[in-house]
């Protein structure tokens, strides 16, 4: 078993972070019914972090999971290693149920993995 690299911190956090996101806006669309005028300028404010929050997370964890594959880890371990710090980040957050999250997350992952490696391009 190759062994697998710290995870980096911000992936670590960005997690943590956009699952404590996704968790709250399931709590602003029912806080949006009931107090729609109020609510609704910070539910776009929030959605709008929330989408910065994850691409960069997106992005971050496809680099991550090339680099592991460039180092020899296998696809199941970085699916264990991804898996894993997600499943802490929901612990740290609270949030149950969020199967599609963690799917989510793992398919980037995934496309990172399997992505073509980039090549330089040769000085001419």
């Given at each position: 078993?190759?062994?697998?690299?710290?995870?980096?911190?911000?992936?670590?956090?960005?997690?943590?972070?956009?699952?404590?996101?996704?968790?709250?806006?399931?709590?602003?669309?029912?806080?949006?019914?009931?107090?729609?005028?109020?609510?609704?300028?910070?539910?776009?404010?929030?959605?709008?972090?929330?989408?910065?929050?994850?691409?960069?997370?997106?992005?971050?964890?496809?680099?991550?999971?090339?680099r592991l594959r460039d180092s020899g880890v296998p696809p199941d371990q970085m699916i264990a290693t991804v898996k894993g710090v997600v499943s802490q980040a929901l612990v740290r957050v609270g949030w149950r149920g969020a199967?599609?999250?963690?799917?989510?997350?793992?398919?980037?992952?995934?496309?990172?993995?399997?992505?073509?490696?980039?090549?330089?391009?040769?000085?001419?």
């Amino acid at each position: 078993m190759i062994a697998v690299e710290v995870v980096p911190s911000p992936i670590v956090c960005g997690v943590e972070a956009l699952a404590r996101y996704e968790k709250a806006a399931g709590a602003y669309a029912i806080l949006a019914r009931w107090y729609r005028t109020a609510v609704v300028a910070e539910q776009r404010r929030i959605a709008g972090e929330r989408q910065f929050v994850r691409t960069e997370l997106r992005r971050l964890l496809q680099r991550y999971a090339a680099r592991l594959r460039d180092s020899g880890v296998p696809p199941d371990q970085m699916i264990a290693t991804v898996k894993g710090v997600v499943s802490q980040a929901l612990v740290r957050v609270g949030w149950r149920g969020a199967g599609v999250f963690v799917l989510e997350v793992l398919d980037w992952g995934l496309e990172g993995y399997y992505a073509e490696p980039v090549r330089e391009a040769a000085c001419s």
